[in-house]
């Protein structure tokens, strides 16, 4: 990663603000500190982020309202950072569109870990890496400009959900278990009770469900994992 990487951190606790610049800048990114919803969005029209750093709870606008705000079409990951450990709200953030969820009180290196591991997964979807158009039914992935569209209408998703589709795009025949997705998406060991996963796999259904209702895209191979529906 460069040292050009930005990285938005929205955090109303100006200690723990100041800890999580301190830790993007130790590894070479550059940090923007927002301490409301509000200035958050201030700062998302200025420029173009490569990641945000989200609290939930936040004075104004919400973390959750922010997450709506940012639109399902942003162009970067988003990790919550947020002292609600409940899984309820874990599962409903990470449906709402949020990459990844980690909670109060972290670990430096394992927020650390996370950051390098979303920026990482998300450069190597890139347009640099796949110039071609990969397509497969009706879908087709633009890797050169990250974008969907299904029967010729725009699909919006998030960040890792375009990151699980072209994986899957990319090897159609492929049956991908839970740990060769998690580990290729999010570059780390698949730990067996992690929902992340599965909530991901159902958000990127149902939008593909949606936009064409009559068609099948993703299929379950029972005591194995996922590929994509033979046409």
């Not at 890496?129 to 397509?135: G, T, Y």
């Amino acid at each position: 990663m460069n040292k050009e990487t930005a990285i938005l951190i929205v955090e109303d606790d100006n200690d723990i603000n100041q800890l999580l610049c301190s830790i993007v800048r130790k590894s070479g990114y550059t940090a923007q500190p927002a301490f409301s919803g509000t200035e958050a969005l201030l700062y998302l029209d200025k420029q173009e982020w490569q990641l945000v750093l989200l609290d939930l709870m936040l004075p104004g606008l919400s973390g959750e309202e922010l997450l709506a705000r940012f639109g399902e079409q942003r162009a970067f990951p988003v990790i919550v950072i947020s002292a609600k450990g409940e899984q309820q709200t874990k599962i409903d953030v990470l449906r709402a569109g949020a990459d990844d969820y980690i909670t109060k009180p972290f670990d430096i290196d394992e927020v650390s870990a996370r950051i390098d591991s979303h920026l990482r997964r998300y450069q190597r979807t890139g347009p640099s890496m796949e110039p071609k158009l990969l397509k497969h039914k009706d879908i087709v992935l633009d890797p050169d400009e990250q974008t969907v569209t299904v029967g010729g209408a725009d699909l919006a998703l998030t960040a890792r959900e375009y990151s699980i589709l072209m994986l899957m795009m990319t090897s159609p025949r492929k049956v991908f278990t839970k740990a060769n997705l998690f580990q290729s998406i999010w570059g780390e060991e698949f730990i067996s009770d992690d929902n992340t996963l599965n909530v991901h796999i159902s958000n990127l259904r149902s939008k593909l469900g949606k936009a064409n209702p009559g068609e099948e895209y993703i299929e379950t191979i029972w005591g194995m994992g996922y590929r994509l529906k033979a046409l």
